[in-house]
């Protein structure tokens, strides 16, 4: 008896331990059963039949669903709540995971999935207030009567998938990771939102700047970080007629000095992320009518960071990629025009340094008087552990990021100091995709743009109707000159935002006499513009390329816009060489230095996956530059977060300040001297690579040394495609990096009959399983694009298209 119940406490232990996920270690006997685990999300052809009928509770009327070649849904139906009921059914069906895991990043929830690691992360999230911003877009979102039915229905399509998971069909990561997808609501579409805001606008440079300011002075930051580069090609050209009045700017105070220090501490939205977009007139295009080609740069992820699909309803026949969550097409086209976006990167998030009455932090003070601090609590639940409570103090700036000394999670955030940034505010940003979705002409498009507020886009355009037109766009504070480019003093009302700058009044140009539009996240606009959006945006090189380009093209076809966009022309090195490779004359030509040389001399500056030069050329220019400044700016050097100037001034500097004393090395007891900056430089390159792949040869290509690698989402081991054999880089047109990069290509060609194509290094399936999980990567590998099926009815016959599902009501 003893040797049976011994028996069966092991096997209830083992029964247990094996369905119980144990830290890091996933619960193996759910996962490997063959019932319900992992087994089961491998996907055979019987799982996608060509034609079936699914009865779904909360559809109004029948809704046709089409599926072409590439598993791309085609979605009609006869009204607006069933056709987002239906996205947002087909969308959670191929991406539930990736939609609500960045829900929970996004809503810093992370500890309840992976425990008390992510436990800083979730507080960071809460603490620059992504979860409070959410909340006030949804309120928005909501109050709107259009947009309200499109959430709900969207929500709605999410939950009746949900609903009909079972543990076997549950996806694969909610069975590795041990746990279960919980309602979809509105909120959830806001939040994700609000981590495309983080992304693309999260980045300040508030205290490195103070810090500098405070370190070397007014003189310094001029000369090193000026307002305005030397070499741009903006995206609305310098002397481009205004069509308004400008209102005034608030007067520039001048009673507050900057005085900051923080140490050095880890990353934030990386810098490269940016993207292109460009079109061409119809007086370039061999049809008549215009091209548009965009291209967003983002991380590059599995499953893909968008979802393509058409949506057809009454009103509305549009086609594009949303972000699984989006309930509407972000970057598209209809039958009568199309659109695209590219990040502004306009300064749109300031800290504020605040005064405090006491230690309790109760009160502040602000405009001659102590005002009250408003506390919120945040409960954060944890994996295998009790609740955490963390409370975040509100002044009427916004959050107080970290309201005590501690270790901060992002090098850029100050202690004591609010934060003001413009994605808090809520907009309604659903209602201005939706209104682009069904826009038909330059009014229509027009109409649209107000309604979107963060983060700020370069929204290009372009119709059948032969107009082309770029708006950055979004709310952009009415800011003196500077205000934002140091850290505020939050006790002074002249430093708060003073309003806005009329919609209106954003920064555009319609159909410019040169024949083209384009964006790469360059300067909006040129000193001649009226207000203040910036002071530091992207090199100029990306830009123009593209305009070089596009001021050549005639006779431009859909294949223009596309080898354009594949473009791998660095004009950063076709500078920068020349004057590195004089610097360096002298070099013994057989060491390993000199044979760098003499591959260099006759490098095109094309950054060719097979190509050796931009190996060399990334490795010396960047040491070059780090041998600078490191010793003036560096934080492991300085102590206090600082940043390098930019390329443009640094490029002034080698090019025609030989002896500025910014080159020499302050740490060491000798003067250093350019060129032999320049000759250590150059010997680190090529000792570098000789020591990673051996003498110099075909190993040295450059798609070895980029190694650009795509991760899953949650950096799953397996589930990425590592060392995809590509060309491009970071300062390129085709900026394909390390780990960011296209995105998305699409080119749409306007006309009577409108004809596009597109691809993303993926698949439309988040299943890893799948064979439509990555089935798209060698076509965007290769830069080819696929022409995308545009139907124009339900009943229309495509060869690309065998599938047709019909959803009811039941």
Same mark, same amino acid.
């Given at each position: ?586 070099? /013994?030509?057989?060491? $390993? =230095?000199?044979?760098? +040389?003499? #591959? *260099? ?7 060719? @996956? &097979? ?53 020499? /090395?302050?740490?060491? $007891? =000798?003067?250093?001297? +350019?060129? #032999? *900056? ?7 390159? @090529? &000792? ?123």
């Amino acid at each position: 008896m003893i040797k049976a119940l011994l028996a069966l406490a092991v096997s209830l232990t083992l029964v247990w331990a094996l369905n119980t996920k144990h830290g890091d270690v996933p619960p193996f006997g759910k996962l490997l059963s063959p019932y319900r685990g992992f087994w089961q999300n491998g996907e055979r052809p019987s799982d996608f039949p060509t034609q079936q009928t699914l009865a779904l509770p909360g559809l109004q009327q029948p809704v046709t669903v089409r599926f072409d070649d590439r598993r791309v849904p085609h979605i009609f139906a006869q009204n607006d709540a069933d056709l987002h009921f239906a996205l947002g059914y087909v969308t959670a069906r191929d991406r539930l995971w990736q939609m609500e895991f960045q829900t929970h990043v996004a809503a810093g929830r992370i500890s309840e999935i992976v425990g008390d690691k992510a436990l800083e992360y979730d507080r960071f999230q809460r603490r620059m207030g992504l979860p409070f911003g959410a909340e006030r877009s949804a309120q928005k979102m909501l109050a709107d009567p259009t947009t309200r039915v499109v959430l709900e229905a969207y929500s709605r399509g999410i939950n009746t998938y949900i609903e009909q998971l079972t543990p076997a069909t549950l996806p694969f990561e909610y069975k590795l990771l041990d746990y279960r997808p919980e309602p979809w609501k509105p909120l959830k579409c806001a939040l994700l939102l609000q981590l495309m805001a983080w992304d693309l606008s999260g980045r300040s440079d508030d205290l490195r700047m103070s810090n500098i300011l405070g370190k070397y002075g007014k003189a310094v930051v001029k000369d090193l970080f000026p307002d305005y580069p030397t070499r741009e090609d903006p995206i609305v050209p310098t002397g481009t007629p205004l069509d308004f009045k400008p209102v005034p700017v608030p007067p520039t105070p001048t009673d507050f000095q900057a005085s900051y220090s923080a140490k050095v501490l880890q990353a934030e939205p990386d810098a490269e992320l940016g993207s292109n977009n460009f079109a061409v007139s119809g007086a370039k295009s061999a049809s008549g009518y215009p091209l548009l080609a965009n291209d967003p740069h983002l991380q590059l992820k599995l499953p893909s960071i968008w979802y393509q699909v058409q949506l057809h309803a009454p009103g509305v026949n549009v086609y594009g990629v949303t972000i699984p969550g989006a309930p509407v097409v972000i970057i598209g086209f209809n039958e009568n025009v199309a659109w695209g976006v590219t990040n502004v990167a306009a300064d749109v998030l300031d800290f504020y340094q605040l005064k405090f009455r006491d230690r309790t932090q109760r009160e502040y003070w602000h405009d001659g008087r102590w005002k009250p601090i408003r506390r919120v609590v945040e409960r954060i639940k944890v994996r295998g552990q009790p609740d955490r409570l963390d409370t975040v103090l509100y002044s009427h700036h916004g959050p107080i990021v970290y309201d005590r000394p501690e270790k901060p999670f992002n090098a850029q955030t100050p202690i004591a100091h609010a934060l003001r940034w413009t994605a808090h505010d809520g907009g309604n940003e659903v209602k201005a995709f939706y209104l682009l979705n069904r826009a038909r002409n330059y009014q229509d498009y027009l109409a649209a743009l107000p309604h979107y507020g963060s983060p700020a886009q370069n929204f290009i355009f372009a119709s059948n109707e032969r107009d082309i037109a770029i708006w950055p766009n979004g709310h952009f504070p009415l800011k003196w000159r500077n205000q934002g480019k140091f850290v505020l003093d939050g006790t002074s009302p002249a430093h708060d935002w003073q309003g806005w700058i009329p919609a209106a009044h954003n920064p555009h140009v319609k159909n410019p006499t040169r024949g083209f539009v384009s964006s790469a996240n360059q300067f909006s606009a040129g000193p001649d513009y009226p207000y203040y959006l910036n002071w530091d945006f992207a090199s100029y090189e990306r830009g123009h390329r593209i305009n070089q380009r596009l001021a050549q093209m005639t006779h431009a076809t859909p294949d223009s816009l596309r080898l354009l966009q594949n473009d791998n022309l660095n004009l950063n090195a076709q500078l920068m060489l020349p004057r590195l490779l004089a610097l360096a004359e002298g070099t /013994d030509a057989n060491s $390993p =230095a000199g044979k760098a +040389l003499a #591959e *260099l001399r006759k490098w095109n500056y094309f950054y060719d @996956a &097979d190509a050796i030069g931009p190996s060399l050329f990334e490795l010396w220019y960047g040491n070059l530059v780090k041998r600078i400044w490191e010793d003036d700016f560096s934080p492991r050097v300085t102590g206090v977060e600082m940043r390098y100037p930019a390329r443009d001034r640094t490029n002034n500097l080698i090019l025609k300040e030989e002896n500025s004393p910014w080159i020499d /090395d302050r740490r060491t $007891p =000798a003067p250093e001297t +350019l060129p #032999e *900056l320049a000759r250590q430089s150059l010997k680190f390159a @090529a &000792d570098s690579l000789t020591r990673k792949y051996g003498p110099i040869g075909p190993k040295w290509r450059w798609a070895d040394q980029k190694s650009t690698d795509i991760l899953h989402l949650a950096r799953l081991p397996g589930f990425g495609q590592m060392d995809v054999d590509c060309g491009g880089g970071s300062g390129i047109v085709n900026a394909t990096s390390e780990r960011n990069g296209p995105s998305w290509r699409m080119v749409v060609a306007l006309g009577p009959q409108v004809q596009a194509f597109g691809v993303y290094p993926g698949g439309q399936s988040g299943n890893p399983g799948s064979p439509f999980y990555n089935n798209l990567l060698e076509t965007w590998r290769v830069g080819q694009l696929d022409e995308l099926v545009f139907l124009r009815s339900a009943q229309e016959q495509h060869p690309r298209v065998p599938t047709a599902w019909t959803m009811q009501g039941k």
